[in-house]
């Protein structure tokens, strides 16, 4: 039979353990894992009732599958404009692109997203970061694709009643206003925590969009279930850190967790226009 104080320690580790693996988690290390976290643990309320919605329109939508959906489309106005299939569905969105962040990795210039994907921790890190992911309409993942945001002053409305819009020829996607702040802060957790660059017009845009549209309760609350998942938070969501123009990165996303070649290889081209 055990010691006493050998069978009390036990259990407390016991406990500790259960403690840290069921209320932290574990991050997720790929994409995909990362959209069955999204929808378990973030976003599993977030679909109906008048919750936070798809991000570039407030759809509501039903949860298919290990992560999908079907948004309802009456509900908050939305009309295809050229991919029903698309349309029809939720997909889960980078709002920092993927294309974006990869392009400043050596990985994507040797074979894309792929190579990167089989080559590279720190791309499949940046890629499965809970922080920057989304649920979108999968037509408007499609039409924002890769695009700069920006603002249309004179666009017309492209998917129904959705207020979000895109320029093709200019490449330029605004969102709704009602997620602009959020997109800013995302914008900025991602290139401080993985030292990507953003261009001086991206900069002065998210600063106006970040002061003009402050942090919302869903975004902290967002927040929060997103650290308990991956250990940190968006410390431009809580109010620890402030983006001001020619803000130097922390990197502190990739101490560590680069070698010597990567690190060698990290400036390669610019995040956005």
């Not at 988690?25 to 994409?31: K, L, V």
């Not at 949860?63 to 509900?75: E, M, Y």
């Not at 991919?83 to 990985?107: D, K, L, Y």
């Not at 890190?125 to 002053?153: I, K, Q, W």
Request: glycine share 8%; hydrophobic share 35%; proline share 3%.
């Amino acid at each position: 039979m055990l010691p006493r104080f050998i069978k009390s320690n036990f259990i407390a580790l016991s406990l500790a353990l259960f403690f840290s693996s069921t209320v932290f988690g574990t991050a997720p290390t790929t994409f995909s894992k990362a959209k069955v976290v999204l929808k378990e643990q973030i976003y599993f309320d977030q679909n109906s009732n008048g919750a936070s919605g798809t991000i570039y329109c407030g759809c509501d939508w039903e949860w298919v599958g290990r992560s999908g959906g079907r948004i309802d489309p009456k509900r908050c106005g939305y009309e295809v404009r050229a991919i029903p299939n698309r349309g029809e569905r939720t997909e889960i969105e980078h709002v920092f692109a993927a294309s974006h962040f990869g392009q400043q990795r050596q990985c994507w210039q040797n074979g894309g997203r792929k190579n990167c994907n089989k080559t590279d921790p720190v791309f499949n890190l940046m890629e499965a970061d809970l922080h920057n992911l989304t649920v979108s309409v999968g037509e408007l993942n499609a039409d924002r694709s890769n695009y700069r945001f920006g603002v249309l002053p004179n666009s017309k409305k492209q998917h129904g009643q959705c207020s979000s819009t895109v320029a093709f020829k200019q490449r330029v996607f605004e969102p709704r206003d009602d997620v602009k702040g959020k997109i800013a802060r995302i914008n900025f957790y991602m290139a401080d925590r993985y030292g990507l660059r953003l261009s001086d017009q991206q900069q002065k845009l998210f600063i106006a969009w970040s002061k003009q549209y402050p942090v919302t309760p869903w975004e902290l609350e967002r927040d929060r279930r997103i650290a308990r998942v991956m250990g940190h938070h968006n410390e431009f969501v809580t109010g620890k850190r402030a983006w001001r123009l020619g803000h130097r990165n922390s990197r502190e996303g990739i101490a560590g967790s680069i070698t010597s070649d990567s690190a060698n290889s990290w400036d390669v081209h610019m995040a956005a226009g």
